[in-house]
């Protein structure tokens, strides 16, 4: 027998991969379990197909489904099972006629000598480097009590070592049908969970190497299924240059005394329609005059929209867009989970080397996954992103249009490093819009608030408006004099 070396064996999926650490040891077996849909066949298909493409044996012992009709299954989803030997000893279409009632296998199969010899001259003659059992749990009807089927199960695992054989064993888990002896005769526990439209996988046990505890989020797909990590921040990093970031609009620069720092994340808040966009925006119009590449993704509004209402005050998406500074991606909630949009992201960051992402908004993130623990997900997802030196704007929109000052409804203030808020207020019968910056964690800020108006020519921002308090409450009162008042009003419209 052959020595147990740290030689990884891909499961042909890259994201299991991932979260064994490199892939599964060889010489090993381990139980993939779970419900009936759960993707138990699929992944046993990829670990077969995986192995072949890199010229080693395979062997699929199916112990209820034909065949042919294997073969079919996989034809549909794209995998190559040509070099994929097959042992079947499910029942035939001709025993519903002439089985006696009560028999579950073929009478050449039925006794467990024959069964498992037949088993064991199959893997002695092809010498399989892989294997993979449909299902083990079959092997229960084989015996007449416990104690036997674990006696054999134990030696049919020992027989495997000795085979040098890597294997995969399914089992049909269900409040009737427990496993837990198979769990710990096996040297690894992989579990496949369902429910509704969410599936998730998860290590339970993986002996001789660590893993990626947690659950993954995980989709069956057309060509097989996919796998996507938790993110964990840590794990990630690199350097980069600490320098601060202009808007390009000198006011706001000076309000923030220079702009924002690179890797840091910035919230931007405030009700409807005040402009929390199209000041995320500016940002990236601004990186890309530098030749940076910004990322906005769009939880709720259509990039149709995000392009006409951008273009209309000088923000020049759709050039951005064709030199590949600046990508708008619309994100379908009823698609994601956020580990796959975590993926997303990274793939972004890490292939394109995208140095401004904005998340729009973080209602529509918490709407779309439908995340009880919304702020774990976007703790790590953001701590991911100022490791790897990215800026992060965050929209935020407040339900209030007037007073009730507040700056987030879902608590993650403390995960920002600046917040920059604008406001609705009323100034002589008529709507006018102000700014502020409330947080910056790298320097000091202007702690005035100045007017602030959106136009065909793009953001203007006023001088303080210090003739005015009460600014906060949406009602201000002038405390200065009428005239200097007046004029605050109107110093926008000046320019």
């Not at 009709?69 to 279409?93: D, N």
């Not at 198979?182 to 599936?199: A, C, H, K, P, Y």
């Not at 199209?278 to 119009?285: A, D, I, R, S, V």
Request: aromatic share 8%; hydrophobic share 40%; net charge negative.
């Amino acid at each position: 027998m052959a020595d147990f070396t740290e030689e990884r064996i891909s499961t042909g999926v890259s994201g299991l991969d991932q979260i064994c650490n490199g892939g599964l040891l060889p010489q090993h077996a381990y139980l993939v379990r779970g419900g009936p849909g759960a993707g138990k066949t699929t992944l046993g298909l990829h670990f077969l197909t995986s192995g072949t493409a890199r010229g080693e044996s395979a062997l699929y012992i199916s112990l209820y489904e034909p065949e042919q009709r294997i073969r079919e299954i996989a034809r549909r989803l794209g995998f190559p099972l040509e070099q994929v030997q097959f042992l079947s000893l499910g029942p035939v279409p001709d025993l519903f006629s002439t089985m006696e009632p009560g028999r579950i296998f073929a009478p050449t199969t039925e006794e467990p000598g024959s069964f498992t010899q037949r088993i064991g001259e199959e893997i002695t003659r092809l010498k399989p480097q892989r294997i993979f059992v449909d299902a083990i749990t079959q092997f229960r009807f084989l015996y007449p009590d416990i104690f036997q089927f674990r006696r054999q199960m134990l030696s049919f695992l020992h027989f495997l070592t000795e085979q040098e054989v890597t294997a995969l064993l399914s089992s049909e888990t269900s409040a009737q049908t427990v496993d837990e002896d198979l769990q710990f005769m096996t040297d690894g526990v992989i579990t496949l969970e369902q429910s509704g439209t969410e599936r998730w996988l998860s290590i339970s046990k993986f002996v001789g190497s660590g893993f990626r505890a947690g659950r993954h989020a995980m989709k069956l797909t057309n060509t097989g299924m996919l796998v996507f990590p938790r993110l964990l921040p840590e794990e990630h990093g690199k350097v980069f240059k600490a320098e601060t970031i202009p808007s390009g609009v000198p006011e706001l620069d000076e309000m923030l005394h220079g702009g924002i720092e690179r890797g840091t994340v910035t919230l931007i808040t405030g009700p409807s329609g005040v402009g929390k966009t199209t000041l995320g925006l500016q940002y990236m119009k601004e990186a890309s005059g530098r030749g940076e590449r910004s990322v906005t993704y769009i939880f709720e509004e259509s990039l149709e929209t995000l392009v006409h209402r951008a273009e209309a005050i000088q923000i020049p998406v759709t050039a951005m867009m064709e030199r590949g500074t600046l990508a708008v991606v619309p994100i379908d909630p009823l698609r994601l989970s956020p580990d796959e949009f975590a993926m997303l992201v990274r793939q972004e960051v890490e292939e394109c080397n995208t140095r401004i992402i904005m998340l729009d908004s973080i209602a529509g993130y918490r709407l779309a996954f439908r995340e009880e623990n919304l702020v774990t997900h976007m703790h790590a997802l953001a701590k991911y992103l100022t490791n790897m030196g990215v800026t992060v704007v965050l929209v935020n929109e407040v339900e209030y249009i007037t007073g009730n000052f507040r700056i987030t409804d879902v608590g993650i203030s403390y995960l920002v490093d600046n917040v920059i808020f604008l406001r609705y207020l009323e100034m002589r019968g008529e709507i006018h819009k102000a700014i502020g910056v409330l947080k910056k964690r790298m320097s000091s800020f202007e702690k005035t608030l100045r007017e602030i108006e959106i136009t065909r020519y793009g953001i203007k921002v006023g001088r303080p408006l210090t003739e005015l308090r009460g600014i906060l409450t949406g009602t201000p009162e002038i405390i200065g004099r009428r005239e200097d008042a007046t004029a605050c009003g109107e110093s926008l419209r000046e320019r």
